[in-house]
């Protein structure tokens, strides 16, 4: 998990990109690297000849991701339908405490099984349909829409794994891909009473007179100011806040009757709240700001915080109405940004879309072996889109470079590489730059270049510098 996801923060906010220009730190080329790796998922072919300002101005600019965008959105993902009302009503009270051990092997018992069994199968397909569809998604994006969606699965880390309902997951990620670039606020909101989020942080189960604080207290300390700038009392108050929120087959709904009306003291302040209340109580605390800049700084910046007076341009940016947008465009064209100390390593699941990228390859046009393939390579290495392992999410930097996700990793590019178009390796007179180009490397270590010198399948060669570590590090 981040460690600022979990520590109080209080870093307030950004520098205007016209004076990116003129501070020190790596090479322009290199900032339109870092610029694609941390706001994209690394540079398709030629991303790099573009400029700092255009490339901020792709990534960032208001336009829509046509490319994205034209991937047709999954269908079919509707839950697998439950037992005929009738036959479980043929069920007496007590009937199935009465059966003998025998029970266990009868037909009906075999049948249940059965059914069990394909429900499974059939959520499990829908699963890998949606997450084929959304690596697509990133693999062909040009904008920082599909890079900031995956960031918030991230941050409201949410997982199939106890929600079942692929519909509800498609439906979380599209409006997270909708606010993505937006108002944070929107976004909160949004999220509180959001189908698959009430079902991970079981907020069905809260009710008047029998409240449930697992949401209230994940919203506060994991999504909107962490840990230190709220109190217990906050906690019990803000899930009387929560209640009244239902799941049904068709999503959830708002019954008034289990709702806890009357007067909550949440973060110092009273009144009759209900969820969008408590949501805004969160947003509108001093330390909100610093906690979500924070995050947003370690992920795609860097792992250590920016000094006082970044913090202030920082905040400015982000202003009162909490726009995203406006503070990713302060925060690439921050010093900090340029630091060449600011490496990153990249999540499983960025390494391998940009791999995709790089190499032409598109997860919906593999055959049904080599999607699964994919999908193994990404469980390999401990990460799945829809399948964060805790409402913490993931962790970064030095926890992906195990020597259990390295194999993987080079079995996963090895898979890969097989699958491109290597004709640009194959025909160079040095085929280690030339792959470094195809990858969007400008320059290898000593160490690397000798190793992959030693390497003449051009598919070999791609697989082993796609896990060197001037690839799997951005730099």
């Not at 829509?64 to 991937?71: G, T």
């Not at 699941?349 to 390579?377: D, H, S």
Request: one cysteine or more; aromatic letters at 6%; a positive charge.
């Amino acid at each position: 998990m981040d460690p600022l996801k979990k520590a109080a923060g209080s870093w307030p906010g950004g520098r205007a990109l016209d004076t990116i220009g003129s501070m020190t730190g790596i090479s322009e080329r290199a900032v339109v690297r870092r610029l694609n790796d941390r706001l994209g998922f690394g540079p398709a072919p030629g991303d790099l000849e573009a400029g700092v300002d255009a490339t901020v101005r792709r990534l960032l600019g208001p336009g829509a991701d046509a490319a994205a965008a034209a991937i047709a959105v999954p269908t079919g993902l509707e839950p697998p339908a439950k037992p005929n009302k009738q036959d479980r009503d043929a069920k007496k009270p007590g009937q199935d405490a009465e059966r003998s051990p025998d029970a266990e092997k009868s037909p009906d018992a075999e049948k249940d099984r059965d059914a069990k069994k394909a429900a499974n199968r059939q959520r499990a397909a829908q699963e890998r349909k949606l997450t084929i569809w959304w690596l697509d998604r990133m693999v062909v994006s040009r904008t920082a829409g599909e890079r900031l969606t995956w960031f918030w699965h991230g941050h409201f880390a949410t997982s199939n794994q106890k929600v079942r309902n692929a519909a509800w997951m498609l439906a979380q990620n599209q409006t997270q891909r909708r606010l993505a670039l937006g108002r944070f606020g929107d976004l909160a909101q949004a999220m509180i009473v959001d189908n698959a989020t009430i079902r991970w942080l079981d907020g069905q189960r809260n009710r008047k007179g029998s409240p449930n604080e697992n949401l209230a207290r994940e919203f506060m300390e994991l999504f909107t100011l962490g840990i230190g700038h709220y109190q217990e009392a906050d906690v019990a108050q803000g899930a009387r806040c929560l209640t009244g929120w239902v799941l049904r087959e068709d999503g959830a709904t708002f019954q008034r009757r289990r709702f806890d009306s009357g007067t909550k003291a949440v973060l110092g302040k009273t009144g009759d709240f209900d969820a969008k209340d408590f949501a805004g109580l969160a947003l509108a605390h001093p330390a909100s700001a610093g906690f979500v800049i924070g995050r947003l700084w370690f992920r795609l910046v860097s792992a250590t915080p920016p000094d006082a007076a970044t913090v202030a341009r920082l905040n400015t940016a982000y202003g009162s109405s909490r726009d995203v947008r406006s503070l990713l465009t302060a925060m690439v064209g921050e010093a900090g940004f340029r630091d060449p100390a600011a490496s990153l390593v990249k999540q499983p699941v960025e390494w391998a879309v940009g791999l995709l990228r790089a190499l032409g390859v598109r997860p919906g046009k593999l055959a049904e072996k080599e999607q699964t393939k994919l999908l193994a390579g990404l469980r390999g290495m401990g990460q799945l889109p829809y399948r964060p392992p805790s409402v913490g999410g993931w962790p970064a930097g030095a926890s992906w470079l195990t020597t259990s996700a390295g194999v993987t990793r080079l079995q996963l590019a090895q898979q890969l590489a097989k699958k491109a178009d290597l004709s640009i390796v194959d025909n160079a007179t040095d085929r280690v730059s030339a792959v470094g180009a195809l990858l969007g490397v400008d320059s290898w270590s000593e160490r690397t270049r000798s190793a992959l010198a030693g390497v003449k399948d051009p598919a070999q060669l791609t697989a082993v510098a796609a896990c060197a570590p001037e690839y799997v590090v951005s730099g």
